[in-house]
């Protein structure tokens, strides 16, 4: 059983190792603009808070300001968002989509979506028993992760 047991833990790791990396390094492509996973998550926190301040989406994603601006002045220069002064806050920059940003937004969630149903294609052809199996495991996963910390 031991060996067994090796085996799966060897391949559950692989599998994290390459979904963790692989949403990290991943590029989205989209109409011969490059955005970064850095990127995707401002645009994705952006459209979440409904084009929102640099203050709002720093706290949200647990980076700093300077940190979040840098990366809107890139997604700028790349025709996706354009920054405004606040008029009633002289230190706040405001972020707003560009059509373009709109867009690649939309194509980013699609494929998300689309992975998402793919997952849950699979899911439904597992009986109640297999499904519970699963989420157990996955729970002793979460458990020991926080103990972890």
């Known amino acids: 059983m031991k060996l067994k047991n090796r085996a799966l833990i060897k391949k559950l790791n692989r599998v994290l190792d390459n979904y963790i990396f692989f949403e990290r390094r991943r590029i989205f492509r989209f109409q011969g603009v490059s955005l970064y996973p850095s990127e995707i998550h401002v645009l994705l926190t952006a459209r979440h808070q409904n084009q929102s301040s640099v203050t709002k989406m720093a706290d949200q994603l647990g980076i700093s300001k300077g940190a979040v601006s840098k990366i809107l002045t890139r997604l700028e220069k790349k025709g996706i968002v354009k920054k405004s002064k606040d008029p009633f806050s002289k230190n706040e ?24 149903r793919l997952y849950d294609a699979y899911l439904t052809t597992l009986d109640a028993r297999q499904l519970e199996t699963i989420n157990r495991f996955l729970t002793y996963m979460e458990e020991i992760s926080f103990k972890l910390e």
């Open 93 to 116: 920059v405001t972020v707003v989509f560009t059509p373009k940003g709109e867009q690649a937004v939309e194509n980013f969630k699609k494929l998300k979506s689309d992975r998402q």
